[in-house]
């Protein structure tokens, strides 16, 4: 079992920046691949960012290239997600989520593990 909880969303204007944090406790973070998804209102989740177990690769969904980084550090057990140059289109609430494999997944069927998400909300 894995517990993930999500921190520092907020709001911004567009152009701005956040940084979200995705805090672990359970079974042994560097098992995990993990991932950032997100949920709009009437939208389904989609995936944003993931990176592998042992952080040697990671990948974007095309709306955020350029924009948010991926990251994880392994002596807190979080992952991070940097949101630069917002805009009012990535509103939306985000979730991180694990899976036990070494490269994460699209797809959101493909974890196991969820935290409760973090509202972020990009005014124009």
């Known amino acids: 079992q894995v517990q993930l909880v999500e921190s520092g969303g907020g709001l911004v204007q567009a152009g701005g920046s956040l940084r979200l944090s995705c805090a672990a406790s359970g079974r042994t973070f560097s098992r995990f691949a993990m991932g950032w998804f997100r949920q709009a209102p009437g939208k389904e989740r989609e995936f944003v960012a993931g990176i592998t177990l042992n952080s040697g690769s990671t990948n974007y969904a095309d709306s955020v290239k350029g924009r948010f980084s991926i990251s994880r550090e392994y002596t807190k057990d979080t992952v991070s997600l940097q949101m630069n140059s917002l805009k009012p289109e990535d509103t939306a609430v985000y979730y991180c989520?694990?899976?036990?494999?070494?490269?994460?997944?699209?797809?959101?069927?493909?974890?196991?593990?969820w935290g409760q998400g973090t509202q972020v909300t990009v005014s124009s």
């Open positions: 989520a694990a899976r036990p494999s070494w490269s994460p997944a699209s797809g959101a069927r493909d974890y196991d593990y």
